[in-house]
Nanobody, 125 residues
Framework: QVQLVESGGGLVQAGGSLRLSCVVS??????????VGWFRQAPGKVREFVAV???????YYADSVKGRFTISRANAEKTVYLQMNNLRPGDTAVYYC?????????????????WGQGTQVIVSL
C-alpha cells in the first residue's frame, strides 16, 4: 500500500523560506519511474496544483509559484522536496504530495493515485 509522508511545514514570516519533504513507500513499481507532484489547499478553496517533477527530472510549476519554488527528487531516498522561497501570505495552505505512475508531468489531481496527509504552511505578514 502506497504511503506518502509530508513534513517541513510550519509558521514563517512573509519573505521567508521553508523546505517540504515527501517520503514515499509501498509503491508497486520503482520510485524513479513515478512523477511526484505537490498540491495545496487553502481554507475554503479547492485543492490546486503547485509543482511536479517527472520520472526523468523535468519540472513544471503553477504560475503563482514560478521563480519562488523549486521541486527536486532524491530517488535513492524515495523523497521529493519542495523548496519554497520568498513566501507570501497567499501561500498559506495545507500542502500535499502525490505520486503518478504515468511518470510524466501532470497538473490534474486525477493523474495521481496516492496522496499524503498534508503538512500545514502558514505565512504571516
Amino acid at each position: 500500500q502506497v504511503q506518502l509522508v509530508e513534513s517541513g511545514g510550519g509558521l514563517v514570516q512573509a519573505g521567508g523560506s521553508l523546505r517540504l519533504s515527501c517520503v514515499v513507500s509501498g509503491l508497486t513499481f520503482t520510485f524513479s519511474t513515478y512523477a511526484v507532484g505537490w498540491f495545496r489547499q487553502a481554507p475554503g478553496k479547492v485543492r490546486e496544483f503547485v509543482a511536479v517533477i517527472s520520472w526523468n527530472g523535468d519540472t513544471y510549476y503553477a504560475d503563482s509559484v514560478k521563480g519562488r519554488f523549486t521541486i527536486s527528487r532524491a530517488n535513492a531516498e524515495k523523497t521529493v522536496y519542495l523548496q519554497m522561497n520568498n513566501l507570501r501570505p497567499g501561500d498559506t495552505a495545507v500542502y500535499y504530495c502525490a505520486v503518478s505512475p504515468r511518470g510524466a508531468l501532470a497538473d490534474e489531481a486525477s493523474a495521481y493515485d496516492g496522496w499524503g496527509q498534508g503538512t500545514q504552511v502558514i505565512v504571516s505578514l
